[in-house]
């Protein structure tokens, strides 16, 4: 067998160390203790962000009216982040007719999320906040749960919840339930054993006592939430059974800049949080080395893995390469949701995302089919 399929296989093999350990882990290690409703309800205050959302926000609204968590115990702080269409007043009607407290936050200029955020928390009456987003949609008992697990113990200060797509027919959409499947399984193991800083935006909730802001700098606010927990000494969870769903964009284009754009600002706020390696606990001693390795290296070797390994198997025998590649494709094509595919698409996002560092994506524009 050539000398380049054998390093192939090699690098291969190092890539997916981490991967292989959290398989193992998630299969075999501790596991987050379910937690129940909060016995006592105590007041949040939910900061919501909103740019060119229009023709959802009504019904998102009306999403927040249905869940189950007491609506005398919680405020609503609406953001418009300079929306070029009628969100702001399809909000203002809604709001007003839901008999929610709210507060209408309109920027005057482009913040994006992180800074929007950051104005918000201030104004914020309650000593608990919530962030979201304005084109997702609650479980209706997601917040019971999100709450539920965030004063579960005084040592855990932020916490968030699984993020799925809502299911239909689209590639796209089978390619990210295989994903998150997976992703959510390996934040639990993390959690239950110490922390996780996987958080999803689209659901955090954490306690102004011990995080009184996002860094609104570098990285993404949801992975920024969770390392200031960390910093401070306390844990960040992820929450299964909170479960939010979004729309996945129905093309691979739309979603190659949602997901380049995560991506990015992922690694960005892993790279800005390295002191947090000389910690004494699990988390840096253990789980962000790997995460580390997943975002900068696992990528690249990947890549390299498959250039070698195809190069070596041309040259062994041409045949036997047409041959694998055509039954990877048509394997692929058939069962489209698989891991193997999800992992593949996701190496590619890492990949462009670290080649899109330096840019400045704290402003976002919407990748959804709801923009205008």
């Known amino acids: 067998m050539p000398m380049f399929f054998l390093m192939g296989i090699v690098f291969l093999t190092v890539a997916l160390i981490p991967y292989i ?103 914020a009456r309650y000593p608990i906040i919530v962030t979201t987003d304005a084109d997702v949609f609650f479980e209706l008992n997601a917040l019971n749960y999100l709450i539920g697990r965030l004063v579960s113990d005084p040592k855990i200060a932020a916490v968030t919840g699984e993020l799925r797509p809502f299911l239909n027919e689209n590639n796209t959409t089978k390619l990210e339930g295989a994903y998150r499947s997976y ?25 102004t006592d011990l995080i009184q802001r996002i860094d609104d700098k570098r990285g993404s606010d949801d992975a920024n939430t969770a390392f200031e927990a960390i910093r401070k000494g306390y844990r960040a969870v992820y929450e299964r059974r909170a479960i939010v769903f979004e729309d996945i964009p129905q ?55 498959l250039f070698l390994i195809i190069i070596g198997l041309y040259l062994a025998s041409p045949v036997i390469l047409l041959v694998l590649l055509f039954l990877a494709l048509a394997i692929g094509a058939v069962w489209r949701q698989n891991l193997f595919n999800a992992f593949v698409v996701n190496q590619f996002y890492l990949i462009v995302g670290l080649l899109n560092m330096g840019k400045d994506t704290r402003i976002w524009e919407s990748t959804s089919k709801k923009e205008i």
């Open 21 to 123: 350990l959290y398989l193992f882990g998630i299969s075999f290690g501790k596991k987050l203790t379910d937690i129940g409703f909060p016995k006592e309800y105590p007041k949040i205050s939910m900061i919501m962000s909103a740019y060119n959302e229009e023709r959802v926000i009504e019904d998102r609204i009306t999403n927040l009216m249905q869940c189950h968590y007491p609506q005398d115990s919680y405020e609503i702080l609406f953001i418009d982040d300079c929306s070029r269409d009628n969100t702001l007043s399809r909000a203002k009607t809604c709001l007003e007719e839901s008999g929610i407290a709210f507060r209408i936050i309109a920027n005057n200029k482009r913040l994006g999320t992180n800074r929007s955020y950051n104005h918000a928390i201030k104004l």
């Open 183 to 207: 992703y959510g399984r390996m934040c639990d193991w993390e959690s239950a054993v110490d922390s996780t800083y996987n958080f999803n935006g689209a659901l955090v909730a954490f306690r």
């Open 251 to 305: 093309s691979f284009g739309e979603q190659y800049r949602q997901k380049i754009r995560r991506a990015k600002r992922l690694i960005e706020a892993t790279l800005a949080n390295l002191d947090l390696l000389g910690m004494n606990r699990p988390f840096s001693r253990f789980f962000y080395p790997l995460r580390l390795f997943i975002y900068l290296c696992t990528p690249v070797l990947f890549f390299i893995s």
